[in-house]
């Protein structure tokens, strides 16, 4: 039986393994576990003591509860139709020629990197009531109201000019897992196309773009830049989600607003673990065929 090594030789071994990553998880923990805690204590503590006396308050007005319901249904529906239009995009780039699939990815990465309060303004310079897109369509005579820029419409529009390339880039290197033997074999077995894609493709394939799903459901109720712009300052005509609750409340209430804001603060972020946890399930189940 070999010797145990001392538990400071262990100590030592361990510390000089994690040192080169001790500045990251200094960064992380200042940037995102200790406003964690805060968010959390502000929302479970009032006057000095554990309450829920701010949850009943929050979640019981209508508004809230509209903007959480509105986030989900926006949400869902731009992951949706991300997944509708991006998986076909990704497997058409994922078989091309080197060169054009290079061309094709620095693009995806330039849209999916644009976005924030600079998305907002291309919108409304494209598709607003006095937009480029707008004027060469009534200029041909044809009647066209664009949908109003505060509207679940417009949001989801220009959701989807960031989500889709995002989604693109996340899927394309789960499409190589679909090896051409295996569209050889079941065209032996004389299989169809749809056959193929009905009991192999999609079924192999789904894991992932259920995961890329996800991901993209997490990343759209959280986005304020593009919502602020659009929305932020429509007033009631506005669509109310959490995001934009959450600084309508920090700048209308500065006494009291820092603890509604917390509430709904933890709302979103217990929406994204959940999801997080749930891409990780996926993606173990999908990492059975690499």
């Known amino acids: 039986m070999p010797p145990r090594t001392p538990l400071r030789v262990r100590a030592r071994q361990m510390a000089s393994r994690w040192a080169p990553a001790a500045p990251l998880m200094l960064l992380v923990s200042y940037c995102l576990i200790a406003p964690i805690i805060v968010l959390v204590l502000q929302a479970f503590w009032v006057n000095g003591a554990p309450s829920l006396e701010l949850w009943g308050r929050v979640l019981g007005q209508a ?9 989900l249904g926006l949400g869902i529906a731009s992951a949706t139709v991300t997944l509708v239009i991006g998986s076909p995009a990704a497997w058409l780039i994922s078989r091309m020629f080197a060169s ?4 094709w990815m620095g693009l995806l990465n330039v849209a999916a990197n644009f976005g924030g309060i600079g998305l907002a303004f291309s919108y409304l310079a494209t598709l607003g009531v006095v937009g480029m897109v707008t004027l060469m369509i009534q200029a041909l ?16 529009m220009a959701y989807e000019y960031t989500n889709i390339p995002l989604f693109v880039l996340l899927t394309i290197p789960a499409m190589s897992i679909l090896r051409e033997d295996w569209w050889e074999a079941a065209q032996v077995a004389s299989a169809t196309r749809l056959q ?11 894991p992932f773009l259920a995961a890329g799903w996800l991901l993209i459901f997490t990343w759209t109720i959280g986005i304020y830049g593009i919502a602020y712009g659009l929305a932020g300052q429509s007033g009631g005509t506005a669509a109310r989600l959490i995001t934009l609750q959450i600084g309508t409340t920090l700048q209308s209430d500065v006494i009291t ?8 603060s933890v709302v979103l972020l217990a929406i994204a673990v959940v999801s997080l ?12 065929w690499l």
């Open 141 to 156: 005579g044809i009647h066209f109201d664009p949908p109003r820029s505060s509207s679940v419409a417009a949001l989801l």
């Open 257 to 264: 607003g820092t603890g509604q804001a917390a509430v709904l």
């Open 100 to 103: 054009q699939r290079a061309f």
């Open 63 to 71: 508004s809230n509860q509209d903007a959480i319901v509105t986030s």
């Open 277 to 288: 946890l749930s891409y990780r399930r996926l993606l173990r189940r999908a990492m059975r």
């Open 196 to 206: 193929f894609w009905r009991r192999i493709g999609l079924p192999v394939l789904a």
